[in-house]
């Protein structure tokens, strides 16, 4: 059989690793058809008994380390009841706190509690406390986004005492951080500040997180591709400083890369970008070729094979799909009539959009309309912010001062959210459902990971198009189940 799919075994083998978290699952029909279409396509083409050996291998992998976690997720050692409580601050939830480390009764628990507290002193992050809490069941059925969480107990007490300070050098950061910027700032800059930084929304207003995602950049708190890649870029600058082999500074970043990504609570997104910034490192540092969808491959595997329940997160497919978006068609979308640079950024946001525009649909029940240019006109200030920020930070255990330049910025930054009022701009009033299928497939055939000539490309990709918003009108106006 004549091959007519570019070889791309990295990112084979992740697909073959998320089909197998979805398949413990089975409930995710379009996507489970998207990635089965896709791998069959790639595999059966190839004629490689050894990767697709490797795919199965995957599969297996996946699908039974899952099934074991969710298995063990769901069995509860604890039942209702009033229980001493002993614990360690990991993020302060919106009217609760995440406790990790837990004990109850002086046993330890298999898994995380948000905790309530109606009076007393608040912890923070990084606090080690103790308290008398009733404990209550979840009501609900099993979800594999629970496990993601790891989050097994809800607890509700009176008041908490805290007993000592947890030795995590990643919570140490994170609270390094938020007492830094809390007392050197008013409270919307540092929340803001702060959410930027780790990733945590929790001290942040209703209306400033309204205004981010109706301008379509709610991905700056969601600490990724963007935040790595400057933190990247910095410490690649820094390290060019000093007497080193160009192709060793990579191994002078990786530690603080690695470091940051556990600072952020090795989220998917930022596993993801560290690892990718690693493969582009590493490939440099030994005179190979970078590419991004292999790369992109290599980081599922990886966040896959350490949490693979990560798959059924909407963190997860948004910064996956965003960066095969950019892989795939940021070359077909860019504009020859502007600057380069230009050009570049209008191709890269376009096609990340276009890649996550039913998970975002689906999920949230709308896109924003103004995302391009919020993205093109803020974005470049995330930049100087994050480096005023990070030099600024413990500089500022010697004088506020040194983070006076911050928060200009980020008072600048809120007033270029809150300017007007981007809701008229919304696109909303339906969803994707298992038409998702169609939609990604008809993108998929216009990329240049098929064979095929242009042409033939661009027609089939239009059909299938068309039969995308065919089956949402149809769905949207007469409420089909489709």
Not at 336 to 352: D, N, R, W, Y
Request: aromatic share 14%; charged share 15%.
């Amino acid at each position: 059989m004549k091959r007519f799919v570019n070889e791309r075994n990295l990112l084979l083998f992740g697909i073959a690793a998320l089909l197998g978290a979805l398949f413990a699952d089975g409930k995710e029909v379009w996507l489970f058809l998207f990635a089965l279409a896709l791998f069959a396509a790639c595999a059966l083409t190839e004629r490689k008994p050894l990767v697709l050996a490797l795919c199965l291998l995957f599969f297996a992998c996946s699908y039974a380390h899952l099934s074991l976690k969710a298995n063990a997720f769901s069995a509860c050692a604890f039942s209702e009841g009033e229980y001493e409580v002993v614990g360690v601050v990991e993020e302060t939830e919106k009217g609760g706190f995440r406790l990790t480390s837990l004990r109850l009764n002086g046993e330890r628990a298999d898994g995380n509690a948000v905790l309530y507290l109606s009076q007393g002193e608040l912890p923070t992050v990084g606090d080690e406390i103790s308290c008398v809490a009733v404990l209550e069941e979840k009501e609900h059925s099993f979800f594999y986004s629970d496990l993601a969480d790891n989050l097994k107990y809800t607890l509700f007490a009176n008041r908490a005492e805290i007993t000592g300070r947890s030795l995590s050098p990643f919570l140490l950061a994170k609270r390094a951080i938020y007492t830094a910027l809390f007392s050197c700032m008013e409270k919307e800059p540092a929340a803001l500040s702060y959410a930027l930084l780790t990733g945590s929304t929790s001290f942040v207003g209703d209306e400033t997180l309204s205004a981010v995602r109706y301008g379509g950049i709610a991905h700056i708190f969601a600490v990724s591709g963007l935040h790595i890649g400057i933190l990247y870029g910095g410490l690649m600058a820094i390290a060019g400083l000093f007497p080193v082999l160009k192709r060793r500074r990579i191994f002078i970043v990786l530690p603080f890369l690695f470091f940051y990504t556990g600072m952020c609570g090795f989220t998917s997104s930022a596993l993801r970008a560290f690892c990718m910034c690693a493969v582009s490192g590493l490939s440099r540092s030994v005179g190979r070729k970078y590419d991004l969808l292999n790369a992109l491959g290599l980081a599922a595997l990886v966040v896959l094979f350490i949490r693979p329940e990560e798959a059924f997160l909407v963190g997860f497919r948004l910064s996956f799909l965003a960066c095969a978006g950019i892989a795939l068609f940021s070359k077909f979308t860019a504009v020859p009539t502007l600057s380069k640079q230009l050009s570049s950024s209008v191709a890269g946001i376009f096609s990340a959009q276009l890649a996550t525009f039913p998970v975002l649909m689906d999920t949230f029940g709308y896109v924003s309309g103004a995302s391009i240019l919020f993205n093109l006109v803020l974005i470049p200030f995330l930049a100087p912010l994050m480096a005023f920020l990070l030099v600024g930070i413990p500089l500022s255990y010697l004088s506020p001062v040194f983070l006076v330049p911050a928060e200009g910025l980020v008072r600048l930054f809120l007033w270029g959210i809150t300017v007007a009022d981007l809701s008229p701009f919304l696109i909303e009033g339906f969803a994707f459902g298992n038409i998702a299928f169609l939609y990604y497939a008809a993108l998929l055939f216009a990329s240049d990971l098929f064979r095929l000539k242009r042409p033939v490309r661009i027609v089939g990709s239009l059909l299938l198009m068309a039969a995308t918003v065919a089956l949402l009108v149809i769905k949207t106006l007469y409420g089909s189940t489709i």
